[in-house]
């Protein structure tokens, strides 16, 4: 309490002095995603000592993390598209001061990860002072992003109190459709701190390969990997986790089951049903499909071996991932290709349904996933399926997180109006693959004449950056509802990306997210802020790519030297 007290008396007292909060004047400095509260009465900046250290308590993460930042700050030089009108002062910044009330707590979903900084005017020392060390984490970014030009300057006579709106905020990437690199996913994870988004939600397999060694099924990988040099060994993936506990991002491990398991079969075809088959037979019906795109195969829930395999599986993933969420997939399970196998059309005869099928299989893993003290997450088909969906009484609510990605809002509603707990990945907002067509060949829409809409992608348009931003995840809820959503992920599905398109693809669109979960998409009066953030975001781009990021531009350079004249300033309708 006497620490949240004195955050308001300095609020009080700037504001008493200067009563225009930092969002209505003309910022000369600009800081992704924005925060909460910050106070810069007077533009005014000094320089950075050559001699500008960093102190801090030792920790293992947070050491490593103050000397990537010390690094940053004496060596970037950062040269601001729009240069920033500051009067300077003196004397210069010395050192930036560290202290972290709790060193203790982990990185687990829900830490706090709020930070005071205070840059006063006239003083060689700067202030941080966290609750934890992932909270520091984030105000070093913050600091960073106010240190620019050659000889480094930075803002003084600055406030800021941050605290993110959600919890849950983060990146998903399939790596089984196409594979990445090692050097990817920490580029990925690298550019995620930079924009305090704090989950990976690694996509790690599917029915097109299986890239993960897992020591108890080497042939899984072996046999269901692109090739030995498409493989993800437990050294790579320990070198991945503690690369993101050294920048305060959670790796959360999906693998997908009892659908999207083709691959799989290369190890063991006796538990994968139609593995191989083609994926929409010729004059089928789309209800008559086997898969919803090329590569077919659901591991049979009636099969014991299929447990044993498993839940080898989920032992070893659980030894390999510290991070207390465990993501089971259960989407798209299809009709059509359970029906093939001849077990399955027995105990549909014998007046079994499909539901029942998934109701076994969640019934024999979630317990043993809960078992090694994980929260089990699932995407929103386990429970809202059209045709094949469990009853809630298989998904204990203390236990179970569902993500959405259909129909937006109202899906996210049907969840949390359960009672459970909702991670929100809309297709129509959050789907970065989306907008590129479809990948399968001999597509009769594109022909002239064709039917094809939205460039041919089922998920299409193209999800642009204000799309993203100007989502609501919370629209429509009560205030009891919005509790249950933890935050949101957008998805990266690598049908059409690879390594080369990785960071323009993500990149700056999932900046935008990070600022809406962060610290929410509307101004002090409750406006929405796009066309504000448009500025802002060229900025932070350019910051992006000077950084290594390759993130695709959101405008002509010309449209940043010339501020405001690229908007519209009528309402634009159909």
Not at 127 to 138: F, H, S
Not at 232 to 248: K, W
Not at 256 to 261: L, N
Not at 341 to 369: A, C, H, K, R
Request: aromatic share 12%; proline share 7%.
């Amino acid at each position: 309490m006497p620490h949240l007290w004195s955050k308001f008396l300095v609020i009080f007292c700037f504001s008493f002095i200067f009563p225009y909060p930092i969002s209505s004047l003309q910022s000369a400095v600009n800081v992704w995603p924005k925060p909460r509260t910050l106070l810069w009465p007077k533009p005014l900046a000094t320089l950075l000592s050559p001699s500008f250290n960093i102190t801090s308590p030792s920790h293992r993460h947070l050491s490593p993390a103050v000397n990537r930042y010390l690094r940053l700050v004496l060596t970037e030089h950062h040269r601001p598209l729009v240069n920033p009108w500051v009067n300077l002062t003196s004397p210069a910044l010395e050192t930036l001061s560290i202290s972290v009330a709790d060193l203790s707590a982990l990185l687990h979903h829900g830490v706090n990860e709020s930070y005071t900084l205070s840059i006063p005017t006239g003083s060689a020392t700067a202030y941080l002072k966290v609750e934890t060390v992932w909270g520091a984490m984030r105000g070093l970014e913050t600091f960073s992003q106010l240190v620019w030009a050659e000889p480094s300057r930075v803002a003084v006579g600055l406030y800021v109190w941050d605290s993110p709106l959600f919890p849950h905020r983060g990146v998903m990437l399939d790596t089984s459709r196409n594979f990445y690199g090692v050097k990817d996913i920490l580029r990925t994870i690298e550019a995620m701190s930079a924009n305090k988004l704090n989950v990976f939600h690694w996509h790690i397999t599917d029915s097109q390969s299986f890239p993960l060694v897992v020591p108890s099924e080497p042939d899984l990988a072996a046999k269901g990997s692109y090739g030995a040099d498409m493989q993800y060994s437990p050294a790579d993936v320990a070198g991945i986790i503690q690369f993101g506990l050294e920048r305060g991002v959670r790796i959360l491990p999906e693998i997908d089951s009892p659908g999207h398991t083709g691959s799989w079969a290369e190890a063991y075809p006796e538990i994968v049903a139609c593995a191989n088959m083609f994926w929409w037979p010729a004059g089928a019906k789309w209800s008559d499909r086997l898969a919803s795109e090329p590569g077919t195969g659901h591991l049979n829930p009636l099969n014991p071996k299929t447990y044993q395999v498993l839940k080898n599986v989920i032992r070893d993933v659980v030894n390999l991932f510290p991070e207390p969420f465990y993501h089971s997939g259960s989407d798209e399970i299809i009709p059509g290709c359970w029906k093939t196998d001849p077990s399955i059309q027995s105990f549909l005869s014998d007046g079994g349904t499909l539901s029942n099928l998934l109701e076994m299989f969640v019934n024999s893993t979630l317990p043993y996933i809960v078992s090694f003290n994980r929260t089990v997450v699932y995407w929103e088909d386990v429970l809202l399926d059209d045709n094949i969906r469990v009853d809630s009484s298989f998904l204990p609510r203390e236990n179970t997180i569902l993500q959405s990605w259909n129909n937006g809002v109202s899906n996210t509603k049907r969840i949390v109006e359960a009672g459970y707990r909702a991670i929100v990945s809309s297709s129509e907002y959050y789907y970065l693959d989306c907008g590129h067509g479809e990948f399968v060949g001999n597509d009769s829409e594109y022909d002239q004449g064709g039917k094809s809409v939205d460039g041919g992608s089922w998920c299409g348009p193209f999800k642009t950056w204000e799309t993203i931003y100007n989502y609501d995840i919370t629209y429509g809820l009560s205030k009891a509802e919005a509790e249950l959503v933890l935050g949101g992920e957008v998805a990266l599905w690598s049908e059409q990306a690879d390594p080369v398109v990785l960071d323009s693809r993500i990149w700056p669109r999932a900046s935008a997210l990070a600022e809406t979960l962060w610290s929410g998409n509307r101004d002090e009066t409750g406006k929405k802020r796009y066309a504000e953030a448009t500025d802002r975001l060229n900025e932070w781009r350019h910051r992006m790519v000077s950084r290594g990021i390759g993130a695709e531009p959101i405008q002509p350079l010309w449209c940043i030297r010339n501020p405001g004249m690229c908007n519209t300033v009528n309402s634009i309708v159909a």
